[in-house]
């Protein structure tokens, strides 16, 4: 389902949404893939792989499970990577991508800047909702990863923006 996503991408971020969680298990146990994240349940699910995994580092956000801060940003500038993977609280089609923390939302726009490709995985509770922070317009992403067919406006919305639209039921 996700080959096309990852397929030929050695260089990964991941954000520390569940969803994203799920997605990095999908991936090869290979030597050949770097992944740099800001999840602890991700670097702890990993450790026995062979994936190269670099962590951002700085201040432990004990309700996301996650690393955040100035150092986690300053990390993620470091590198440049092939694809991110995020996640987020809220899309809309007129207010973009969306979500409630803006120290989570700082350090998920790093790291949109320093990937070449965004996924966004987002479940159908997520469509047509808000957050407090804005996350990323339209055209930072390049595929809308999500569980179930979104209604005919969202088909057309990625169709017109090129965004590539994956669901699975």
Known sequence: LFENVLENKTTIIADASTSVR?????????????????????????????????????IFDKSTLSLQ??????????YHVDIALISCKGINLAKGIMDSKESE??????????????ALFVDHSKFNKTAFVHLADWDN?????????????????????????????
């Open 22 to 58: 799920e997605v990095v298990k999908l991936l090869n146990n290979t030597k050949d893939i770097t992944l740099l994240t800001t999840s602890t349940v991700i670097l702890n699910e990993m450790a026995c792989t062979y994936i190269n995994i670099i962590s951002t580092g700085w």
């Open 69 to 78: 801060g100035k150092i986690a940003r300053d990390t993620i500038k470091k």
């Open 105 to 118: 939302a700082d350090v998920k726009k790093a790291m949109i800047e320093q990937a070449d490709k965004i």
């Open 141 to 169: 992403i390049d595929y809308l990863v999500t569980d179930c067919k979104p209604d005919e406006k969202w088909i057309e919305f990625c169709k017109e923006n090129n965004i590539q639209l994956i669901f699975w039921k």
